[in-house]
């Protein structure tokens, strides 16, 4: 069975300081990974995804993420936060294997302060 | 182009209650998702379809039941709603690339 785990309820950092949300991910065969953005009261908004080739995946508003398959992660990155980041963030991970279920992680709250 | 459509955006139900909670989506997507949010939970996957006709449980399905009667809509019905089915609702779509999301239904079951 498929999995996410994302090990930080919340991360706090600095505006204009660098940002990483965590996410590691099982499967059974070839990932697709994915990250989305949450703002309150809205659905979720796709930020970026990993399919094959470069590891070091570009998305939307800044961010990227890197794949690194020895480890099965899928780090969120910013180099310079800002306090419109401030977010829920969910990792997904699609097994190339197991079909078409899409599994998110519990999700990881960002709190950029001015 | 609406993208994915969810109605209603808001519901209250008395335990016992029926309803069902309508997804359409004008993207031309094979697979459609259901999913519950809570608290602490993340997205919890409740059905979800590959393609029209057919239909799958995902990781909660006690107590819900789906309708993927054509392309385009995929419906999830509570037959005799529980306080615990109090959540947001989220429909999505897509197929092996990113899934697009509805702005969700939040249910209260009282």
């Known amino acids: 069975a498929q999995s996410v785990a994302q090990p930080e309820d919340q991360v706090n950092v600095a505006e204009g300081n660098p940002l990483t949300v965590k996410c590691t991910y099982s499967?059974?065969?070839?990932?697709?990974l994915f990250w989305y953005v949450q703002y309150p009261n809205r659905g979720l908004q796709f930020l970026l995804k990993y399919i094959t080739g470069d590891n070091l995946v570009k998305g939307s508003y800044g961010f990227e993420a890197e794949f690194n398959k020895s480890q099965t992660s899928f780090h969120l990155k910013k180099p310079s936060a800002l306090v419109s980041d401030s977010a829920l963030y969910f990792c997904?991970?699609?097994?190339w294997g197991s079909g078409d279920k899409l599994t998110f992680g519990t999700g990881t709250r960002l709190a950029v302060r001015p | 182009n609406a993208g994915v459509t969810q109605t209603p955006k808001f519901q209250v139900l008395k335990t016992g209650q029926s309803m069902t909670l309508q997804c359409a989506q004008d993207m031309n997507h094979n697979s459609m998702y259901w999913y519950r949010q809570d608290p602490g939970m993340g997205l919890r996957l409740i059905y979800y379809s590959a393609s029209e006709g057919t239909t799958d449980k995902g990781e909660v399905p006690n107590g819900y039941n789906v309708s993927r009667l054509n392309k385009r809509e995929f419906s999830l019905r509570l037959e005799s709603a529980a306080p615990s089915q109090t959540s947001v609702y989220f429909c999505?779509?897509?197929?092996?690339?990113?899934?697009?999301f509805g702005q969700g239904t939040r249910l209260t079951v009282v």
């Open positions: 999505a779509v897509g197929w092996n690339t990113e899934a697009f």
């Open positions: 997904a991970v699609r097994d």
């Open positions: 499967v059974s065969g070839n990932p697709y």
